[in-house]
């Protein structure tokens, strides 16, 4: 196994701003991670999630729902959720204009895809909770064959 680099939230932020889209990023308590792009059947799943999702949550008035919006869980922990449903009451402790959003949304929804490891999922939840997620069940939709 290699040696990582680890970076600062900072230096995160320049990364993002002088990549200008063209790439997606997350950090891992410091480590830079290159997200890769979706495959079609990931698209096609966190699409059904997340138009269930917020057709449920406009018809009730219970909050906000995003799709890969960036969220700063920590000092060095940038995560970008497939999905994230934001509930009324916590809307206004974020800052909309800004990326990443600070603070971790009340449910985080991950579409897990074949490549995926299951240490690194475990890790994302843990991440999640521990920044606050107050779901009580993590959201973890598997992308199989089917």
């Not at 680099?5 to 997350?26: P, R, W």
């Not at 917020?54 to 018809?59: G, L, Y």
């Not at 920590?74 to 603070?103: H, Q, Y």
Request: hydrophobic share 40%; glycine share 6%.
């Amino acid at each position: 196994m290699g040696a990582t680099t680890k970076i600062s939230f900072e230096e995160f932020l320049k990364l993002q701003d002088a990549d200008e889209g063209t790439a997606s990023y997350e950090l891992d308590e410091g480590e830079l991670l290159l997200t890769p792009s979706p495959t079609g059947r990931h698209n096609i799943v966190r699409y059904r999630l997340r138009r269930v999702l917020t057709d449920f949550v406009a018809k009730n008035h219970l909050g906000l729902v995003l799709d890969e919006t960036d969220f700063r869980l920590s000092e060095n922990t940038v995560r970008k959720p497939d999905a994230a449903f934001i509930a009324k009451p916590r809307i206004k402790s974020f800052d909309f204009d800004r990326s990443p959003l600070e603070g971790a949304p009340t449910l985080a929804i991950e579409v897990i895809s074949p490549s995926n490891l299951a240490q690194d999922t475990v890790k994302k939840v843990r991440q999640y909770r521990a920044a606050g997620c107050l779901a009580r069940l993590s959201w973890v939709a598997i992308c199989g064959n089917t």
